[in-house]
């Protein structure tokens, strides 16, 4: 009894499908891998919308489903991580890593611009070209010493024969006569081995003074990384491969440091 269908509740359900109803909620209640639900009838007649209504109303009585996220795999990295979160938390860990990345970028090049990170640099470079400087300066004191004058080259270093402390022009060493330029000879291949001692030293150096850079680079991000990073391990450490993993990005991010820095400049240590 009416006098429009606007007074009448609106059906909850299917009409004449019970048995297609059973069937659904059989299937959706099967917690085994490898059943299906297939669900066929003519365009129109509310399959995709029963089937939705039925998921709805089960999805309603389950416990929330914890969240998936896949992260990227830094031993295998065409085998993605699947971390497992607590509802919601999934979206929050993703905001999470990307607000660090977000303030890396800003803080980093700070960093590294700083005036500390300068003046402890430019200690070591300066350290580097003093001992350099000395292990030259002894060098070129035994060859002239010896009656040699030490000459850089694009080459490197070459061993003049000199008198009076300049070194001799090809005309005026081929008027020396044979025990002179044998003499010279003898001196010269002698001294040739205390010029690769030296530049061996100043090679040893520079790597000295690459590794000392290195180490500050490595103090300095250390630093800065463990600022951020102490909060996230903190918050996420009920989740013991959550937080491998940010261990894992920790030191990602280390060993890349300066792919964060918006002009990278090639190493070069003076005298290299």
């Known amino acids: 009894p009416c006098t429009s269908t606007r007074e009448i509740t609106p059906l909850e359900g299917v009409i004449g499908q019970d048995r297609a109803m059973r069937a659904i909620d059989l299937g959706l209640n099967i917690q085994k891998f490898g059943f299906n639900i297939y669900v066929s009838g003519l365009p129109g007649t509310g399959r995709s919308t029963s089937v939705d209504r039925a998921v709805v109303e089960l999805a309603a009585r389950l416990p929330v489903p914890d969240d998936w996220c896949y992260v990227y795999n830094f031993a295998e990295p065409d085998r993605p991580n699947a971390l497992r979160l607590p509802p919601g938390k999934g979206r929050e860990f993703r905001r999470d890593l990307k607000n660090l990345l977000e303030e ?9 611009e700083s005036k500390e990170y300068e003046e402890q640099r430019n200690e070591i470079m300066h350290y580097l070209q003093e001992a350099r400087q000395k292990a030259l300066n002894a060098l070129q ?10 000459k850089q080259t694009p080459t490197g270093l070459v061993l003049l024969p000199s008198q009076d402390g300049k ?23 002698k001294l040739r081995h205390d010029v690769s001692a030296m530049i061996r030293q100043v090679r040893d150096l520079e790597k000295e003074a690459k590794e000392l850079v290195h180490k500050l680079d490595l103090d ?53």
Not at 104 to 112: A, D, G, I, Y
């Open 104 to 112: 890396l970028k800003l803080e980093v090049p700070r960093s590294f």
């Open 141 to 150: 004191e035994k060859v002239a010493g010896e009656g040699f004058t030490l």
């Open 167 to 189: 070194p001799l022009s090809d005309a005026e060493y081929e008027k020396l006569g044979p025990t002179e330029k044998d003499f010279f000879r003898q001196k010269q291949e």
């Open 220 to 272: 300095t991000g250390n630093y800065l990384l463990n600022h951020h990073f102490q909060e996230l391990l903190q918050k996420y450490a009920e989740l013991p491969e959550v937080a491998a993993h940010l261990d894992q990005v920790r030191q990602q991010l280390l060993d890349h440091i300066h792919d964060f820095m918006e002009k990278e400049e090639a190493e070069v240590v003076p005298g290299l």
